[in-house]
């Protein structure tokens, strides 16, 4: 088994940066690849960005393209999710999940899930 534990969300104004971590723990050796999804209120789960464990590739939602930005730390356990130019529509709870066996942008592709962290931008 996987634990992950999300922090760093929050209530934040737009603009400016704000970064999400996802610590895992238990059995890390199995990860191939860590992913965040965001959930918003009145709409479905939706990918944000992966990467990869080990070849440290990336994969964006292109809603997030050239404002997030995704990077793990394999010797922590830990992935980060930077967000910059926070917007309104960033608002919605950010969960992180781990994948046993590759980086995808699908939801039901993962094996486990954080709790999530709250994220909400004022205009």
């Known amino acids: 088994q996987v634990q992950l534990v999300e922090s760093g969300g929050g209530l934040v104004q737009a603009g400016g940066s704000l970064r999400l971590s996802c610590a895992a723990s238990?059995?890390?050796?199995?990860?191939?690849?860590m992913g965040w999804f965001r959930h918003a209120l009145g709409k479905e789960r939706e990918f944000v960005a992966a990467i990869s464990w080990r070849a440290r590739s990336t994969n964006y939602a292109d809603s997030v393209k050239g404002r997030f930005t995704i990077s793990r730390d394999n010797a922590k356990n830990t992935v980060s999710l930077q967000i910059n130019s926070r917007k309104p529509e960033d608002t919605a709870v950010y969960y992180c999940?781990?994948?046993?066996?590759?980086?995808?942008?699908?939801?039901?592709?993962?094996?486990?899930w954080g709790q999530g962290t709250q994220v909400t931008v004022s205009s």
């Open positions: 238990g059995r890390t050796f199995t990860i191939s690849a």
């Open positions: 999940a781990a994948d046993e066996s590759y980086s995808s942008s699908r939801p039901y592709e993962y094996d486990y």
